[in-house]
Each structure stands twice: as structure tokens, then as C-alpha cells.
């Protein structure tokens, strides 16, 4: 392509000052601290999900149910988790700056009296070393990223081409793990209302005194509840699943249409603020001397990038 010429290769800092101050050491991959809020509540959300899941609601299902949800829905969760601990734990870095790079060695402030850009004919001024066409330098990880594709808050770490489809494979996982967690809870909370005795076929209920009593965490470690408490649960669990579901969803939506048009998500923003910019100076060159329209053109840094609507997949797949 050709914006990936090595002359047209520029990469400029997000502040504006001449001095630009980095952070003191570059972040080795996403157990780096600090570590994020989200990152932290993904693990939550997660390590939640699977307590309920098979403490909870998989004992319930009739027997031969039990047996198949343990089983796919086991290697989802172990798969999901593998590929999310692997994306995090990956260094991200450009192959010249693994090879060349000191993390315990404090980065140079970039002086843009000197440099224009932070990357300019495929050399960073920052990191010292020549780096790939599409390696980009994250403000955040302090350090170049080969094939640069975004910052994920989720994972602490970088997105590039050393751990995009471990990535991936862990919001394909997720989305298909979630909406799993989300038909199942439904069937429990629809089954109690229409034959409860169906959710009652565990072996352990034969010791439990009338229908009022339910238990969980069979069957290594039984413990009594009640009705009220499980079809509680459930309606949380069904809420948070389906929001997770809807922006896991929403994103895997975004990365198929990406891979469709074989470009990764700093493309995408790039193309995206360029029209943008577009936009601007067209609305610019209709103002008049009277009257002037000022608006602000799109700030994208290079460490987050929200996802298109969902209109721009379905444009995608029916066009």
C-alpha cells in the first residue's frame, strides 16, 4: 500500500509541546504496572461468570444436558482464558526493539525541535532503532509495536501482529462463551416456572425435604439456598451477560469487517479522521466574514479506538 512508503512513514506524538515527556521505563507487556481498571474488571466479570456458571446453574440442567454444558462449555472457558492470559502476557514490541532494547533503561524525551515526528523514515527517534512499515510507537506501552493495531485497556497491553489472534480468538471465545452462560440461565429461569422438578435431577436433592429447599455448588460441596436467590442471581447474571455481550459482540462485529477489508483498526482511524478532517475544512470554506462556524477536528490518541456502529458491519456484509 501505498502509505506505507518509507518516505511517507511518519508517526507524530499525541501532546504538541517541543519537549515531550514519556514515561520513565517502557511497559513490557500487560502484567506491567500499573495495571488498569479494566483489565482488573475483566478478570472479575470472568472468574464471576464461571463460579455461577458451574456452581450454579450447569447442576441444574436435566442429566443429559449437564454432561454436554460441562464439556463445551468447559473448553470455551479454558480456551477464552488461555488466549486472553497469552494476549496480556505477550511482549508486542517491534523485532528490532526485543532484540536491541534495555526496559530497565530510562526513555529519552523526544524533542520535537529536532524531530518532527516520533517515527520518520522508518527509524523512532524515541526507541533508537529502525522499526518496521507498520510499526507505530504507543504513548502508553512507551515503545514501538509491530503492525500496530491498538492499545486494549482490556488487556493492559498492546494489539499487534504478535498477539492479534490470541486477541482475537479470546473475543471469539468470549462472545460465543457469554451467549452460552445466557441461553442457559434463561432455560433455568423459564423452567421453574414450567416444571421445576426438571431442574431437581441431581442425585443430592433426593436427601433435601420438600421442593422449597434448592442447592448449589453440587456436587462436590452442596449447599442449600432458596428458589428466590437462584432466579435472583440469574437475572443479574442474564444483565451483565448481556451487556458484555452486546460490546463483546459489537467488537468482534468491528474486527471481522476489519479483517474483510484486510486493514487493522489504526487504519480504520486513520482513514476515519482523515475524512473527518475533510469535513472540517469543507465546513471551513463555507464560512463567511459575518458568520464563522469553528469546529473541533477529531482527537484520536494512540492508545484507544472505539469501535464503528454496527451499521458500518452490516453495510459490510450486505454490500
Not at 118 to 141: A, F, M, R
Not at 184 to 206: C, G, H, K, N, W
Amino acid at each position: 500500500m501505498a502509505c506505507y512508503n518509507k518516505r511517507q512513514r511518519q508517526t507524530g506524538p499525541e501532546q504538541v509541546n517541543d519537549h515531550i515527556v514519556a514515561p520513565l521505563h517502557s511497559r513490557v507487556n500487560g502484567w506491567s504496572f500499573p495495571l488498569h481498571s479494566f483489565q482488573l474488571l475483566t478478570l472479575l466479570l470472568y472468574s464471576y461468570l464461571a463460579i455461577v456458571s458451574f456452581g450454579i446453574y450447569i447442576p441444574l440442567l436435566p442429566n443429559e444436558w449437564r454432561r454436554v454444558a460441562y464439556v463445551v462449555i468447559g473448553i470455551v472457558f479454558v480456551h477464552h482464558l488461555i488466549t486472553h492470559l497469552i494476549a496480556v502476557t505477550i511482549d508486542p514490541a517491534d523485532e528490532n526493539i526485543l532484540a536491541k532494547k534495555n526496559y530497565d533503561k530510562p526513555m529519552p524525551l523526544f524533542d520535537r525541535s529536532k524531530f518532527k515526528h516520533v517515527i520518520q523514515n522508518q527509524h523512532c527517534y524515541l526507541c533508537e532503532v529502525d522499526v518496521g512499515p507498520k510499526t507505530k510507537h504507543c504513548s502508553t506501552c512507551n515503545k514501538c509495536i509491530a503492525d500496530f493495531d491498538h492499545h486494549c485497556n482490556w488487556l493492559n497491553n498492546c494489539v499487534g501482529s504478535r498477539n492479534y489472534w490470541f486477541f482475537f480468538n479470546a473475543v471469539v471465545s468470549a462472545t460465543v462463551g457469554i451467549l452460552l452462560l445466557i441461553l442457559m440461565m434463561l432455560y433455568v429461569f423459564i423452567q421453574y416456572f414450567v416444571d421445576p422438578a426438571q431442574l431437581r435431577t441431581s442425585p443430592q436433592f433426593e436427601s433435601v425435604r420438600g421442593n422449597a429447599t434448592w442447592l448449589v455448588f453440587l456436587p462436590l460441596a452442596p449447599v442449600e439456598t432458596t428458589a428466590v436467590a437462584i432466579l435472583a442471581l440469574a437475572t443479574l447474571s442474564v444483565v451483565l451477560g448481556s451487556a458484555s455481550f452486546l460490546l463483546v459482540g459489537h467488537l468482534l462485529a468491528f474486527h471481522l469487517y476489519l479483517l474483510s477489508k484486510k486493514m487493522n483498526t489504526y487504519e480504520y482511524m486513520t482513514q476515519h479522521r482523515s475524512k473527518q478532517h475533510t469535513i472540517h475544512q469543507e465546513l471551513n470554506s463555507e464560512t463567511t466574514s459575518d458568520q464563522t462556524c469553528r469546529t473541533e477536528p477529531l482527537q484520536v490518541t494512540l492508545y484507544y479506538y472505539p469501535p464503528p456502529p454496527l451499521s458500518v458491519f452490516l453495510l459490510c456484509i450486505t454490500s
